[in-house]
């Protein structure tokens, strides 16, 4: 078993390199978790994901606890998972999405007009400037500019100080007098939250009728039981919208508009398609646009943005044929998933048309996870990549000028580009 800081620097290739040598499931030593059994198999995935959910809970010790919040439903556990869970989803989908949609058009047009002719940036700089005000103002409701600039400050502080080491190796997380990395992390976590706190305090004075953002909802909703969540458990949960489903869905977007922009023949398809709806296209028919769709589904299947989901075992589990005991850990490995040879041709080649040939199976393709655990915000994930690609692409002229291979790697708590890619902007179409 070899060391797991290796799944940092090439994720996809490493793990791809484990299963080619050991088979699958393999095993791969954390010095956190301890022993991991990964399956990158479309049988091991459907043995997890159609598991009861007694089977599995978040491991004991989970990478993402410090900056997430041991009330993220991502690591809540039994009973309490599946209330939360059943309260959140309303919130994720149908009309709440369709909602949203004219927020995320115009937030991308915005972005577009504070651009000036031939200006260079990040694709990821870019798209995370988007996502996170959508965030702001369609799920934590901050309709003032001043304070959306506040709090991407914050996001961005926060997440820039949680750094891989801190995720996967515990020794670090020492005070030592309040100047070292973890000092520095909790000091960005505590003024996150303090102004997160500010926010709803200021709500619970003003009231929230006719506020329609999730901050909002959630305040007001409550459980079967006629309970509310607590202070604290908003302000995890929040910051679980925040901090992980920004980040996703930023990466996942810098991924998209590289392999389009490298890709002459793509551009002009996904162009073509655009201009189909004539010249000022509404960000609902965006989503339906099939090609555009394929290309959302070809940039998360090749480089998912969460490259693994870690489970701990609660009882007696066979996966594939090897028998774990409760307290033994496991993860489907997504990358793996997508780049399986036997389902998908060429797998490390960007060809969106396959998704306009062939549907997959939910065992094939899963790039939000699966099962009880799957991620709620996968439909508004979904409906950003497609209004934020089809508005930029429609309205600006941008261009991609690195040379050098770019490949994926662990940042922070998601898997993105290893180094900047970077984009040049020539100018406003239509």
Request: proline letters at 7%; glycine letters at 6%.
């Amino acid at each position: 078993m070899l060391h797991a800081a290796a799944i940092s620097k090439d994720p996809v290739g490493y793990l791809k390199k484990r299963q080619l040598e050991d088979g699958d499931p393999f095993c791969v030593r954390f010095p956190s978790v301890g022993d991991v059994y990964f399956t990158g198999h479309p049988e091991g995935a459907k043995e997890i994901f159609t598991a009861d959910r007694e089977t599995f809970e978040p491991p004991e010790f989970n990478p993402v606890a410090p900056i997430l919040g041991d009330h993220s439903l991502i690591l809540l556990k039994g009973e309490r998972h599946r209330k939360e869970r059943k309260m959140m989803m309303p919130h994720f989908a149908g009309e709440r999405m369709r909602a949203y949609e004219e927020i995320i058009h115009e937030l991308s047009l915005a972005e577009i007009k504070s651009w000036t002719e031939n200006q260079s940036f990040s694709a990821f700089g870019m798209t995370q400037s988007i996502i996170l005000q959508v965030i702001f103002q369609g799920i934590f409701g901050v309709r003032d500019s001043a304070k959306r600039a506040k709090f991407k400050i914050l996001v961005i502080d926060l997440l820039t100080n949680y750094t891989p080491a801190l995720a996967v190796l515990p020794f670090l997380r020492q005070k030592l007098g309040g100047v070292g990395p973890w000092s520095k992390f909790l000091r960005r976590r505590d003024a996150f939250d303090a102004a997160l706190m500010e926010e709803i305090e200021q709500r619970r004075q003003t009231g929230t009728e006719g506020r329609e953002d999730i901050l909002s909802l959630l305040m007001n909703t409550r459980y079967d039981d006629g309970t509310t969540l607590s202070t604290q458990e908003l302000i995890e949960e929040i910051r679980t919208l925040l901090v992980g489903g920004h980040d996703t869905s930023s990466n996942t977007l810098a991924w998209a508009f590289y392999f389009v922009l490298s890709c002459p023949e793509i551009l002009h398809r996904v162009r073509s398609e655009i201009s189909n709806l004539g010249s000022h296209p509404t960000p609902s028919a965006l989503t339906k646009l099939p090609y555009l769709s394929a290309v959302c589904n070809e940039a998360l299947r090749i480089y998912p943005p969460v490259p693994f989901a870690l489970r701990r075992v609660l009882k007696p589990f066979r996966l594939r044929g090897i028998q774990l005991d409760p307290g033994d850990n496991l993860a489907i490995a997504m990358v793996l998933l997508h780049h399986n040879p036997q389902v998908w041709d060429a797998p490390e080649k960007f060809i969106p048309e396959r998704f306009m040939n062939q549907k997959y199976s939910l065992y094939d393709f899963a790039p939000y996870g699966g099962g009880v655990r799957r991620c709620i915000g996968a439909a508004f994930a979904t409906h950003a990549m497609k209004i934020v690609i089809g508005t930029l692409v429609h309205y600006a002229d941008l261009a991609l000028t690195g040379t050098s291979k770019v490949i994926p790697a662990v940042n922070n708590i998601t898997m993105g580009p290893n180094k900047t890619i970077p984009l040049l902007y020539r100018g406003k179409l239509n």
